[in-house]
């Protein structure tokens, strides 16, 4: 919308008036040079005032959706493709999700990754191990290759690329001990994982909320104040799978809450690329 200026003239007495011009009429005695106010009925006097449109169309703020059933859900679509959630609750039926909890968090190696931003180092709040023949690096710092997978996780693995119609070759596994712990926004798109990557999200243990936004658009100057919001209630034994454009059009977050929440274990399994070398065939880094 052009930035234009209307200016409208109103009867009134509620306007800021405009002060008429005064004489030199003071009063006898007084000083000469201060002028006094005239005593008149300045609601019956023409006043102005100046209306500005804004710079930029009034928008509202989208209400944030929640998805709890389960379904495929296109959640945008743009010049960068479909970005596409699939949810599956109950996945895993109480017993297998019971079971399966407690034998991870006792046997797992987990442990707390160090990251860098702004060369500053910080302790991830929750604890992390991975499995794959390859590294992978995200905020700074590596994950080393472990091809030694534990024996039900090559078993979730199998069921879930059934599901999912594509192999993965790689697991990150994260322990969010309590309510406190969480994961910023941000979104997996590191180039190991290559072009519109498939995530898939296995929760076990205690529901937290995974939230998502869009990506602001151009003209939004990286405003996030604007764009769509979706809540995913993920409880024991669900499985999301995120496709298409998900992690280049969204980002997605665990925040942090301040009320007893028990131990969750989410498994985020994926496939993974050699990265490029400088100075080889697909440019550098």
């Not at 000083?31 to 006097?45: I, M, S, T």
């Not at 379904?71 to 679509?77: K, L, N, R, T, V």
């Not at 697991?171 to 994961?183: A, E, P, Q, T």
């Not at 809450?257 to 550098?284: A, C, K, M, S, V």
Request: aromatic share 10%; proline share 8%; with cysteine.
């Amino acid at each position: 919308m052009a930035d234009k200026r209307q200016r409208v003239r109103v009867q009134g007495s509620w306007a800021k008036p405009v002060p008429p011009q005064r004489g030199g009429v003071h009063k006898s005695g007084g000083n000469p040079g201060l002028h006094q106010p005239e005593v008149g009925n300045w609601g019956n006097r023409q006043q102005t005032f100046e209306f500005c449109l804004p710079a930029k169309p009034l928008r509202d703020v989208p209400a944030e959706k929640v998805i709890e059933q389960a379904g495929e859900y296109d959640i945008s679509q743009g010049p960068t493709g479909v970005s596409r959630l699939r949810l599956f609750p109950g996945f895993l039926s109480q017993e297998e999700a019971d079971w399966m909890f407690s034998k991870l968090y006792a046997e797992l190696p987990w442990s707390q990754k160090t990251n860098f931003k702004h060369g500053q180092s910080y302790d991830e709040p929750r604890l992390t191990c991975w499995y794959g023949e390859l590294p992978y690096t995200y905020s700074n710092s590596t994950l080393q290759a472990n091809a030694q997978w534990h024996p039900l996780l090559l078993q979730l693995r199998t069921a879930i690329e059934k599901v999912a119609g594509q192999t993965f070759n790689s697991l990150l596994c994260n322990l969010y001990r309590d309510g406190k712990d969480s994961i910023a926004w941000h979104s997996d798109n590191e180039p190991s994982l290559g072009p519109q990557p498939t995530i898939a999200s296995l929760s076990l243990g205690d529901t937290r909320c995974f939230s998502l936004r869009k990506q602001p658009g151009p003209d939004d100057g990286g405003n996030y104040t604007y764009v769509e919001r979706l809540r995913i209630p993920l409880a024991h034994g669900t499985l999301l799978l995120m496709e298409g454009a998900t992690q280049e059009d969204w980002q997605h977050q665990v925040a942090k809450e301040y009320h007893d929440r028990g131990p969750r274990i989410n498994l985020t399994f994926r496939t993974i690329y050699p990265e490029p070398q400088p100075g080889r065939l697909g440019g550098q880094r």
